[in-house]
């Protein structure tokens, strides 16, 4: 078939690998594509805001959110509880635009199993040295934040052979135009 379908992109990948530069990049490229914003009970880093880059709530109504069904999916992960909205799923795929789900890989599986269609993309750092340098660099973790980020990235990197593309970001601008050339693919066919 010709012409753009919307489509359900889920990115996943360990913390570090470059996944919202990557994605903030592509938007960039293609202004058309939507980006969920999940609820998280973690603290906003320096510069975050409330419902842009999450909705920042107490666990407390976290858990009634998830009571009450609130949730397409929803994880723990690292230290704290993220999830995906059925408000934002809804509201945005009746735009008629393709969506982008930046989350971990259990979310991600579990959006496999409700939308059969969805595309999961996996973004790999070049090695877990890099990624390291990556966390550090970006300045944002505690030193307890950042041991649990790496020891779970291990874990995370097992579950690649499971999406549907794999992205490796070495050079930024080649990785964004791969993943811009990935999205624009699926969305064509
Ligand atoms: P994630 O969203 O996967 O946790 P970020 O997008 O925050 O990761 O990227 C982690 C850090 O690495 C940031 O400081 C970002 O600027 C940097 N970064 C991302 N991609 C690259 C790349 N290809 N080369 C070098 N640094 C990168
Ligand atoms: P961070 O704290 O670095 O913003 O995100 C930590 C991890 O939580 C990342 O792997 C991110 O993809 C994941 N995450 C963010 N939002 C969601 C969500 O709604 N659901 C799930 N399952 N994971 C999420």
Do not use: C
């Amino acid at each position: 078939m010709s012409g753009v379908d919307s489509k359900l992109f889920v990115i996943s990948g360990p913390s570090g690998a470059g996944k919202g530069t990557l994605v903030a990049r592509v938007r960039e490229r293609m202004p058309e594509l939507g980006l969920t914003v999940s609820a998280t009970t973690r603290e906003p880093r320096a510069g975050e805001v409330d419902g842009v880059n999450y909705y920042f709530i107490s666990e407390e109504a976290f858990s009634t959110k998830v009571e009450q069904g609130e949730f397409v999916e929803w994880a723990q992960v690292h230290d704290h509880r993220y999830g995906t909205l059925v408000s934002e799923v809804e509201s945005k795929l009746a735009a008629g635009h393709s969506l982008i789900l930046e989350i971990d890989v259990q979310g991600a599986l579990n959006v496999k199993k409700r939308f059969p269609d969805a595309v999961l993309v996996f973004i790999e750092p070049p090695s877990l040295e890099v990624l390291e340098q990556r966390l550090v660099g970006r300045g944002t973790e505690s030193a307890e934040s950042l041991s649990i980020r790496l020891a779970n990235a291990r874990h995370e990197l097992e579950f690649a052979d499971a999406y549907d593309v794999r992205v490796v970001n070495d050079d930024l601008e080649q990785a964004t135009r791969e993943l811009a050339t990935i999205l624009s693919t699926y969305e064509r066919n």
